[in-house]
């Protein structure tokens, strides 16, 4: 069965550190990869998504994830974080199915 | 605004109750999702809307009737919840299932 991971539950950190989400996902035809964002109080909202093409895509607010076919892993990073940056992300898989992983929280420490 | 409207934004009811979620989406899509977002728990896919068929039923109770009347309108019908259903409950919808979705912003339901 399709399935995805996501490494972390919780991730905190200060600010200006880096950040880099883990995300692993099961499923081996094509797929269609997202990073999802929910801020607090708000609805979820697409950050960024991989259909096809360069591997590395860029989303908005200056995150980018990489997705690497052979490692089945779309990892989502930002050079420097903001407070503003807390909130909870998911990653997201279409291949048979559209699947969410279980969502990773960060804090962002001013 | 994310073009998926969804009301009621609260409801309450009890266990005896029958009520209705509503989800309306303005962006012209051909697939409309319910899902269940609860706390400390991944976000749960419930049913998939595709061209108005039903496409996908994740094992999901039969005290949850969704409907789909046309492309825009999406409806949970809900009866003799359990508390456990206390969640808050997404619509969602995408050009076409592999799609990026647009998600509404929930309806929070309590079940007393």
């Known amino acids: 069965a399709q399935s995805v991971s996501q490494h972390n539950h919780h991730v905190i950190l200060s600010e200006a550190a880096s950040l880099e989400l883990g995300c692993n996902y099961s499923?081996?035809?094509?797929?269609?990869l997202f990073w999802y964002v929910q801020y607090p109080g708000q609805h979820l909202q697409l950050l960024l998504k991989?259909?096809?093409?360069?591997?590395l895509v860029k989303g908005i607010k200056g995150f980018e994830a990489e997705f690497i076919k052979s490692k089945f892993s779309f990892n989502l990073r930002k050079p420097s974080v903001q407070w503003s940056d807390t909130a909870e992300y998911f990653c997201?898989?279409?291949?048979?199915?559209?699947?969410f992983g279980p969502g990773t929280r960060l804090s962002v420490l001013p | 605004e994310t073009g998926v409207t969804q009301t009621p934004r609260h409801l309450v009811m009890g266990m005896t109750n029958k009520k209705s979620l509503k989800c309306e989406q303005h962006?012209?899509?051909?697939?409309m999702y319910w899902y269940k977002q609860s706390a400390k728990k991944p976000l749960e896919l419930m049913f998939v809307?595709?061209?108005?068929?039903?496409?996908e039923n994740n094992s999901v109770p039969s005290r949850f009737s969704p409907e789909c009347p046309n492309s825009s309108h999406l409806f949970l019908h809900l009866h003799t919840l359990q508390p456990e259903d206390s969640a808050l409950y997404l619509c969602?919808?995408?050009?076409?299932?592999?799609?990026?979705?647009?998600f509404g912003d929930g309806t929070r339901l309590s079940i007393l």
């Open positions: 969602a919808s995408s050009q076409e299932p592999d799609q990026p979705q647009h």
């Open positions: 499923y081996g035809g094509t797929v269609n």
């Open positions: 991989y259909f096809s093409g360069d591997p």
């Open positions: 997201a898989v279409a291949g048979r199915n559209f699947v």
């Open positions: 962006l012209g899509h051909n697939a």
């Open positions: 809307y595709s061209l108005e068929e039903r496409v």
